[in-house]
C-alpha cells in the first residue's frame, strides 16, 4: 500500500508568514508524530498523536506552533508567524500502536523561511 | 548533555569490511532501541529495533545492546558503497516517543 506522504515537499515563507504542513499516515495506522530535523542534526520530536488525541505535545518549540489530526487520519502541522530558525525539514512518521513498532517517516517537507 | 549520543564521524571503512557504529543514552528508563539509515535528502528508514539485552542479527547487520552500560552498537558485515549514508540511533523513551542521536554518517569506499 501507499506510504507516508506529506505536502508540500517544499515551502519557502517570508519571516511573519503562517504555514500549514500537511500529513497523510499509512491507512489504519493509529499514530501519528511529528519531528522537526535541522541540517546535520537527527529528528527531533514535536508532537504525537493517538487517533485523534494529542497525547504529547511537549517538543513543540513555541506556542506558535499547533498540530491537530481531528478524524484521527490527516495531520497538519501549523506555523504562525514563521520565524528564520523555524527553517528545517518537517517529518511525519505514523505506526500501529502500542509496543517497539516501526514508525514509518514520509519524505517530509523542507521549510525556508526567508 | 544528548540523552542519544553519537559520533558524527564520518566513519570510513574499504568495502567488505566490518562498519561498527556506537550509541550511548543517558535515560535508563529507555526500553527499546532503533537503528534508522537516511540517505542524503531522504526520510529516515528503519533498519532493526533492539529491546532486550544481547545481540539481535538481520542479515548483514547486528545491532547490540548492553543495558547496564547503556551502550547500542550496530554491525554492518561486508559493508558496501551502497551503506554509505548516516545511521541514527533512537531510544524510545515511552509512549513510542523516539529521541534521536545526530547520526553517525558512513562512508564505504570500493
Known amino acids: 500500500g501507499a506510504g507516508v506522504s506529506q505536502s508540500p515537499r517544499y515551502k519557502v515563507a517570508k519571516r511573519g508568514q503562517d504555514v500549514a504542513l500537511r500529513c497523510d499516515p499509512i491507512?489504519?495506522?493509529?499514530?501519528l508524530f511529528w519531528y522537526q530535523q535541522a541540517l546535520g542534526q537527527g529528528p527531533e520530536f514535536l508532537t504525537y498523536?493517538?487517533?485523534?488525541?494529542?497525547?504529547?505535545k511537549s517538543g513543540l518549540p513555541s506556542d506558535r506552533f499547533f498540530a491537530e489530526r481531528p478524524e484521527g487520519s490527516v495531520s497538519t502541522l501549523k506555523i504562525q508567524r514563521t520565524q528564520q530558525e523555524d527553517s528545517a525539514v518537517y517529518l511525519c512518521?505514523?505506526?500501529?500502536?502500542?509496543?517497539?513498532?516501526?514508525?514509518?517517516f514520509g519524505p517530509g517537507t523542507r521549510l525556508t523561511v526567508l | 548533555q544528548k540523552e542519544v549520543e553519537q559520533n558524527s564521524g564520518p566513519l570510513s571503512v574499504p568495502e567488505g569490511a566490518i562498519a561498527s557504529l556506537n550509541c550511548t543514552y543517558s535515560?535508563?528508563?529507555?526500553?527499546?532501541f532503533f537503528w534508522y539509515r537516511q540517505y542524503s535528502g531522504k526520510s529516515p528508514e528503519l533498519i532493526m529495533f533492539?529491546?532486550?539485552?544481547g545481540d539481535k542479527e538481520d542479515g548483514r547487520f547486528t545491532a547490540q545492546l548492553n543495558k547496564a552500560s547503556q551502550y547500542v552498537s550496530l554491525l554492518i558485515r561486508d559493508s558496501q558503497p551502497s551503506d554509505s549514508a548516516t545511521y541514527l540511533c533512537?531510544?524510545?523513551?515511552?509512549?513510542?516517543?523516539?529521541?534521536f542521536g545526530t547520526g553517525t554518517r558512513l562512508l564505504v569506499s570500493p
Open positions: 533492539i529491546y532486550s539485552n
Open positions: 535515560d535508563r528508563g529507555s526500553q527499546s
Open positions: 491507512s489504519g495506522h493509529v499514530s
Open positions: 533512537a531510544a524510545d523513551t515511552g509512549f513510542q516517543k523516539l529521541v
Open positions: 512518521a505514523s505506526s500501529l500502536a502500542g509496543g517497539p513498532y516501526e514508525q514509518f
Open positions: 498523536f493517538q487517533n485523534e488525541a494529542q497525547l504529547d
